[in-house]
């Protein structure tokens, strides 16, 4: 197959297609990182309405409460919106793609010391990307390994079909789904430094547990994407923004995936 490579190695995509994930070291720098680590900090002292609602209060025992994720905020903020649409990052989804890459989805996780991890899950069941796939990008902010619940991925899962969920353990994982990886299949953490981006495709199993350490907050900026060629996404997600940062609309996907549709398989994942 002839490939077009703009930012990527032949052995990066073989891995990619292999693995299903694929880490690029540094690809923001350290000013951007610093700059989405100071607008979150700031923002984590507000309230948005039905995006970041924490719990200000000081006699918080639950440290999600109090830092719980940020959703969707390139709807309320333009850096957030300016960091979904990193050029680097769309370089490498194109290359990933074969084509342009649309984002659908950013987040932000402060993780503090203590909190719970989200438990195993593949996201196309939540993004319902059609034809084609959702791309995730997660982008360490802070150091992120096994004692301040890094994400985990379950290498090879790519290549697996999208399953129904089954209910996860509430003690360690603040969502409620949980997709138990086939036997044979490892789970390992993915071991990132600030700037450093994760990108794994949809079907891939992964997640986090809990943060350990003492003191180490674990931030990411996470974002989804879908090929432009894509027709449907599961209707959360819309509407997407192409590079140049106007929107684009698919439409909405109605179909229930594995679980059928009485199961609710709304965002957020
Ligand atoms: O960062 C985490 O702990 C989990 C993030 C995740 O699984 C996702 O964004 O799909």
Request: some cysteine.
């Amino acid at each position: 197959m002839i490939r077009s490579q703009l930012v990527l190695t032949e052995e990066q995509l073989e891995q990619y297609e292999r693995e299903g994930y694929l880490i690029v070291k540094r690809l923001f720098n350290s000013d951007e990182v610093q700059d989405i680590k100071e607008t979150f900090d700031e923002m984590s002292n507000t309230v948005v309405p039905g995006y970041f609602e924490p719990d200000l209060s000081e006699d918080n025992t639950d440290p999600l409460k109090r830092y719980p994720r940020v959703m969707h905020p390139h709807r309320f903020n333009e850096k957030a919106k300016k960091y979904m649409l990193h050029p680097g990052v769309l370089d490498v989804l194109k290359d990933l793609y074969q084509e342009e890459a649309l984002a659908a989805q950013s987040m932000y996780y402060y993780k503090p010391p203590g909190s719970r991890g989200q438990a195993l899950h593949q996201d196309n069941f939540y993004l319902k990307v059609e034809p084609g796939n959702c791309i995730a990008a997660w982008t360490a902010i802070d150091p992120a390994d096994e004692e301040n619940g890094g994400l985990l991925v379950v290498p090879k899962t790519s290549q697996y079909d999208i399953v129904c969920p089954e209910l996860a353990d509430q003690q360690e994982s603040f969502t409620t789904h949980f997709v138990k990886p086939p036997k044979e299949k490892q789970i390992i953490p993915a071991i990132l430094e600030p700037g450093d981006v994760l990108f794994f495709n949809g079907n891939l199993i992964h997640g986090s547990y809990r943060n350990k350490s003492k003191n180490r907050f674990r931030r990411a900026f996470i974002c989804h994407y879908a090929n432009a060629s894509a027709v449907r996404i599961g209707s959360g997600y819309r509407p997407l923004f192409r590079a140049d940062g106007t929107e684009v609309d698919l439409e909405g996907n109605p179909d229930g995936g594995p679980c059928g549709i009485e199961f609710d398989t709304q965002y957020p994942h």
